[in-house]
Nanobody, 130 residues
Framework: QLQLVESGGGLVQPGGSLRLSCAASGFTLDYYGIGWIRQAPGKERDGVSCIGVSDGSTYYADSVKGRFTISRDNAKNMVYLQMNSLKLEDTAVYYC???????????????????????WGQGTQVTVSS
């Protein structure tokens, strides 16, 4: 079965950190651009950060620049989202999405429009609360 599985969510205080992980099952992430997309209660899904297959391209939403870092470890078939200096408004369900062959233009499209993904995970809840 081909699927993405997110982990690492939880409850954290403002200013805290979490690292989300996205693991692929049944396929290799080597050939996929990956995006982290979040959905807050009552809001539409919003692209947070995306990373290309092979050209080193990354995308960050303005709201997370300087606080979040996306990375990939193809040897482990994993993509990560390191989230620092978390804010209340970062509370959301975080999904990872995979788009085959996606580099700069495609990951920008994935993050900005949430279009172009071949696979989506089920999401992991991140709650920032004091």
């Amino acid at each position: 079965q081909l699927q993405l599985v997110e982990s690492g969510g939880g409850l954290v205080q403002p200013g805290g950190s979490l690292r989300l992980s996205c693991a692929a099952s049944g396929f290799t992430l080597d050939y996929y651009g990956i995006g982290w997309i979040r959905q807050a209660p009552g809001k539409e899904r919003d692209g947070v950060s995306c990373i290309g297959v092979s050209d080193g391209s990354t995308y960050y939403a303005d709201s997370v620049k300087g606080r979040f870092t996306i990375s990939r470890d193809n040897a482990k078939n994993m993509v990560y989202l390191q989230m620092n200096s978390l804010k209340l408004e970062d509370t959301a369900v975080y999904y990872c999405a995979a788009a085959i062959g996606a580099n700069r233009l495609q990951i920008f499209r994935l993050c900005q429009t949430r279009e172009g993904a071949d696979y989506w995970g089920q999401g992991t809840q991140v709650t920032v609360s004091s």
